[in-house]
């Protein structure tokens, strides 16, 4: 017959989950910390600020959100919106280029 397992020893507390952070660097102003998130859940509101800049973003929220994906949102509206600029920018004329002028120096 085989020798019995040792039972393992269990953890000897819950762990600590380390809290995601709550504040940002903006991107327009490029200030560290200044991009605050303030979830309001039950009117299902999520608004994000710069408290340099006064940049502000509004989003649905639901029972799983946290400040970290309102401020991804923020990322992706705010590129979707440059892409947008840029192809309503007319494309920049060519210019032709010209033969270069020889002068004949037979005179």
Known sequence: ???????????????K???????????????????TVRLDRKEGIAELFCKVCNQRYQSKV????????????WID?????????????????AKKKRAPVVSSDNE
């Open 1 to 15: 017959m085989g020798k019995r397992k040792k039972s393992s020893r269990k953890p000897t507390g819950p762990r």
């Open 17 to 35: 989950r380390e809290p995601l952070e709550s504040t940002f660097t903006c991107l327009f102003c490029h200030h560290d910390k200044s991009v």
């Open 62 to 73: 639901n029972h799983l959100t946290e400040p970290i994906d309102i401020y991804s949102e």
């Open 77 to 93: 509206a705010a590129d979707a919106a440059e892409k947008e600029a840029d192809d309503a920018r007319p494309a920049p004329i």
